[in-house]
């Protein structure tokens, strides 16, 4: 299954944002890359899953966007080992 965003909030927009967070952010992004073969000119976005920030890889430059199984989670104090995305469908609340 494919995971989709619509809008994407890259890695840098984050550690402008998120000074406190813009080390740790730029470490899960070169954990990350070392597994993207072909990253090099790549987009990297932030993503949340489960209460983390997570790093992920852009597929496609094309909204709507599509990214990688692979993630980076991380938060204040670490830098946590690859993860897998997981698709799931909730209601659209109104």
Do not use: W
């Amino acid at each position: 299954m494919k995971n989709y965003l619509d809008e994407i909030y890259t890695v840098s927009e984050f550690q402008r944002n998120h000074p406190a967070l813009a080390e740790k952010a730029e470490r899960a992004l070169n954990y990350l890359k070392g597994y993207c073969p072909g990253s090099k000119d790549a987009t990297f976005v932030i993503i949340e899953v489960e209460g983390y920030k997570c790093v992920a890889f852009l597929l496609d430059e094309f909204a709507p966007y599509v990214l990688s199984d692979m993630i980076a989670p991380f938060d204040e104090n670490n830098i946590y080992p690859l993860q897998g995305l997981v698709t799931l469908y909730a209601f659209k609340r109104y």
